[in-house]
Structure formats: structure tokens, C-alpha cells
């Protein structure tokens, strides 16, 4: 069953039987230990078959895998995910760790208060508060999809310290009000999202994707309006398409930030920018 299964994913991905491993251990109600200690060679009950041969389907159709076994790990954390919310990624863990980086060495040592906009399963502002446990969250998105999962994972993970907010950008908060902003924003043109793979282009949503005619339309906003919330000496981290970073420095200095670090990717690619306003005395 596993073999079958595994040759009708070859053409869409480079790990077929792997994702079939990872369905049926989703569908036996297993953790991977337990999963690689049956025998192969077990019968299955027909339930089981026909529920597995439903998730082959589905992955066929190019449904993302994620969503197919409902939950993904993220540093040190596991979230749900599920249709109408961006999948978590491994850039987005790079950003979470560049970011903690800094909010250790510059960041207010007696707790402080962070922002995720776009917050969408709530895995960077649940990592967050889970590393930093004397500081308080807020989680915006403008989608209810997005905010009804953050609170599920927040519910989950029994994180008490995260506020979510339906709203589309940092006009709902207070003027310098806020130590950290943080976001994976919508950064791809409109032009290429029709190339995108399948399984992005066909089931994420596009809210998530968007960012407009060059992708920084998003940014843009959250630069204007990072500057006005943010404290002094405030960071904003941000995720960002490989071409981009160098741009959003510009863009940002332009505006009153420095520049902090430019981070790349696992593989090395450019990926993102950690920003700092001045501090009071440095104006």
C-alpha cells in the first residue's frame, strides 16, 4: 500500500515515500517511533485503507501536505495549520531566531510588549512568547480564518499572554506603545503569483501572498506605520523575498531606521532585515 502510494506521489514531490509514511502514520493515530516499530508486512483494516487512499487523493490533487496532517513543527513549538492560513516554513524559523538574537542583546531585559502582523497560526508570536516568558503579544491578521487558528494554537500551547486582533496593519495600536514588531508580510508581486507551485498558488491564500506590484506594498505600510508604534529604540524583523532586502534598508533608513542586521536563508540566500529605531538620546 505504502509502495502504491509512494509511486502516485513521485511526480509531484521528491520525497513520495516519505509523504506517504507521514499520511498513514497520520491516519494509525501514531508518533514516528511507534509508526517505524510495525511490521511492514501488517494487515490493514479496511477503514484505515480507504481513509489513507482519501489523503493520497487529496495530495494528488496537489493539496499541501501540511494541511493534510493537520499540524507542522516550528523551532521548538508544534501548530496547527489548515485551509485558509499560510503554512509555516523553515525561512520564517530563521527570522524567529535572528529576531531572539536581537530582543536578547537590545531588547527591555524586564519583559516588553511584541507585535505579529499577519500573525496567521500564531507560530512566531507563540515562539516568541514562549522564549521570552516575561513579555506580553499581539497577533493581528485581517482574517478571521487566521485569527480563530492563532487562538486554537494559543489555546493549545496554554499561552496566556497573546492578545489577536482582526485588523489589517498597526493602526489599532497606541503611539509608541511597543518594544518588538515582527512579520512575515505578503511580499509576492501580483505578476508572479500565477507561477507559483500548486500547492501555494491553489490553496494558501492570496491575502497571505500579495504584496502588490513590486511585493512591498505591505512593507511600505509597515514601515510608515512600525515607526509610529514602535518605542524608541524599538526593532522591527521582517521576512522578505530574496531580492528585496537590500531595497527594504533603503526604504527603511529613508524613514528613520537603521539597520540592525540583513539575514539569509538556510541556503544562503538573502531572506530578511532586522531594523532599530534610534534610541531617545541618539535623535
Same mark, same amino acid.
Given at each position: 500500500?505504502?509502495?502504491?502510494?509512494?509511486?502516485?506521489?513521485?511526480?509531484?514531490t521528491d520525497r513520495p515515500l516519505w509523504e506517504a509514511e507521514l499520511l498513514l502514520q497520520r491516519v494509525l493515530g501514531l508518533d514516528r517511533r511507534e509508526f517505524l516499530a510495525?511490521?511492514?508486512?501488517? *494487515?490493514?483494516e479496511e477503514g484505515t485503507a480507504a481513509s489513507f487512499q482519501e489523503l493520497i487523493e487529496r495530495r494528488c490533487r496537489y493539496e499541501p501536505l501540511q494541511y493534510l496532517l493537520g499540524s507542522v513543527p516550528f523551532c521548538e513549538i508544534e501548530v496547527e495549520v489548515g485551509p485558509g492560513v499560510l503554512i509555516p516554513r523553515p525561512e520564517t =524559523?530563521?527570522?524567529?531566531?535572528?529576531?531572539?538574537?536581537w530582543m536578547t542583546s537590545e531588547a527591555?531585559? +524586564?519583559?516588553?510588549?511584541?507585535?505579529?502582523v499577519g500573525v496567521g497560526t500564531g507560530v512566531i508570536l507563540l515562539t516568541l512568547l514562549h522564549r521570552f516568558p516575561g513579555w506580553q503579544g499581539w497577533g493581528i491578521d485581517p482574517?478571521? *480564518?487566521?485569527?480563530?487558528?492563532?487562538?486554537?494554537n494559543c489555546r493549545a500551547l496554554g499561552s496566556q499572554r497573546a492578545c489577536l486582533v482582526r485588523a489589517r496593519h498597526l493602526g489599532v495600536l497606541a503611539p509608541h506603545s511597543v518594544d518588538v514588531v515582527v512579520s512575515n508580510p505578503p511580499y509576492i508581486p501580483t505578476s508572479e503569483l500565477a507561477g507559483l507551485q500548486p500547492e501555494?498558488?491553489?490553496?494558501?491564500? !492570496?491575502?497571505?501572498l500579495d504584496g502588490g506590484e513590486d511585493g512591498l506594498d505591505h512593507v511600505r505600510v509597515l514601515l510608515a506605520q512600525g515607526r509610529?508604534?514602535? /518605542?524608541?529604540?524599538?526593532?522591527?524583523?521582517? =521576512?522578505?523575498?530574496?531580492?528585496?532586502? *537590500?531595497?527594504?534598508?533603503?526604504?527603511? =533608513?529613508?524613514?528613520?531606521?537603521? !539597520? /540592525?542586521?540583513?539575514? +539569509?536563508?538556510?541556503a544562503g540566500r538573502p531572506r530578511?532585515?532586522?531594523?532599530?529605531l534610534p534610541s531617545r538620546a541618539g535623535r
Open positions: 500500500m505504502l509502495g502504491e502510494a509512494a509511486r502516485r506521489l513521485r511526480p509531484l510495525l511490521d511492514r508486512q501488517s *494487515d490493514v =524559523e530563521v527570522l524567529v531566531e535572528r529576531l531572539s538574537h527591555p531585559t +524586564t519583559g516588553g510588549r511584541m507585535v505579529d482574517s478571521a *480564518d487566521a485569527i480563530a487558528l492563532s487562538r486554537r501555494v498558488r491553489d490553496y494558501e491564500p !492570496r491575502l497571505a509610529e508604534v514602535l /518605542k524608541p529604540g524599538g526593532l522591527l524583523a521582517l =521576512e522578505l523575498a530574496t531580492d528585496q532586502p *537590500d531595497i527594504v534598508v533603503r526604504l527603511a =533608513e529613508s524613514v528613520g531606521f537603521e !539597520r /540592525k542586521e540583513s539575514f +539569509t536563508d538556510l530578511g532585515v532586522v531594523l532599530q
